[in-house]
């Protein structure tokens, strides 16, 4: 038989050891409140290799270490086909949709544009997507604050007319995300912003103004053919002014030349010989400005369609860059997907 003292202390150790397990569990969850997330990034991340050009792009955003965390967390694809990237990204802001991310830190897909002339593309588009992957960690206060600077920014800081237009795209197909994707838009594609936005950025690439160096370079392949041809354009505007011109002056000539030679046959032809060999001279001293009104013009006809000729193989130039970046899917190759 057992003394009472034996019992009492049986009773304080199983005490005891049940303080110690609802401490043990108290504390593993604890530090899974506390290290939720990244004990989640963790498991996501296990045996991950980033692909060489992952890496690669996440050096060229001169990513910080967060950033990088979050790129690779979502694990970016590079698709170079029309059908593989429009299967992760659906098309809703038209054909140039380079890039997309998925909620919950479920993906992000980058479109591979190959052609070189557009180097830097996927840059941009990279530190694009992995800021809507940063803007969804924000807390409620930190994104209210950033909100607050962004829409400042828009309605008192923002002079790009290229970027208030891609803004009013998305507030027309993506109201409810305007923000987000203006945090991802200032801070790839403008360079002078105020010193609280630089501030925020500045903890998700340690050198910006190289991603919008990208975006310059590649956009400047555009924008430098859009002058030439706009350039092309004014200058044929006014080699066909001239012409019309010259045509006209031409067609007053030659009535004039009809007429001169008309005379010239009725005199001769009423034996009115004297009079028809004093009209002779002037008739050939007409036909001579006639004929150099001719090449004149000749050489105007020449000119224009030279630069017809220079206008469209840059045109064409702009058309092959534009389709480098079109994503759109055809009907045909809807019905494969």
């Excluded at 890496?55 to 001169?62: E, I, K, S």
Aim: proline content about 4%; aromatic content about 8%.
């Amino acid at each position: 038989m057992l003394s009472p003292t034996s019992n009492n202390s049986k009773t304080h150790n199983y005490h005891v050891g049940l303080t110690l397990v609802v401490a043990v569990w108290l504390v593993i969850v604890g530090v899974l409140v506390v290290n939720g997330q990244s004990i989640v990034d963790w498991w996501r991340l296990r045996g991950y290799v980033p692909p060489a050009a992952v890496v690669t792009l996440a050096n060229d955003d001169t990513m910080t270490s967060y950033t990088r965390h979050l790129f690779y967390l979502n694990r970016p694809q590079l698709t170079p086909s029309v059908n593989g990237f429009r299967a992760y990204c659906p098309e809703n802001l038209g054909s140039i949709v380079l890039g997309c991310y998925h909620p919950d830190q479920d993906g992000i897909f980058i479109y591979n544009v190959s052609d070189p002339t557009l180097a830097g593309v996927q840059q941009v588009t990279a530190a694009h997507e992995v800021l809507h992957a940063v803007y969804a960690r924000l807390s409620g206060s930190e994104r209210a604050n950033l909100n607050s600077e962004l829409q400042s920014y828009y309605e008192h800081g923002l002079t790009s007319t290229q970027v208030k237009a891609e803004v009013k795209l998305y507030q027309q197909t993506e109201p409810g995300s305007v923000m987000d994707e203006m945090s991802c838009t200032f801070g790839t594609e403008i360079a002078n912003l105020p010193a609280s936005l630089n501030a925020y950025y500045s903890k998700y690439f340690t050198n910006r103004s190289a991603i919008v160096a990208y975006e310059q370079r590649y956009q400047a392949a555009f924008s430098s053919r859009q002058a030439v041809v706009a350039q092309d354009d004014d200058q044929l505007a006014s080699l066909k002014s001239q012409l019309n011109s010259t045509e006209a002056q031409l067609s007053s000539s030659l009535n004039a030349l009809n007429s001169q030679q008309s005379n010239l046959t009725n005199l001769r032809n009423s034996g009115n010989i004297s009079a028809y060999d004093g009209g002779v001279p002037a008739y050939n001293s007409s036909v001579d400005a006639y004929n150099a009104q001719v090449q004149i013009t000749e050489s105007l006809v020449s000119q224009y369609n030279q630069l017809v000729a220079a206008r469209n193989q840059v045109a064409g130039q702009i058309t092959t860059l534009v389709t480098a970046l079109d994503t759109r899917v055809t009907p045909r190759q809807q019905a494969t997907r």
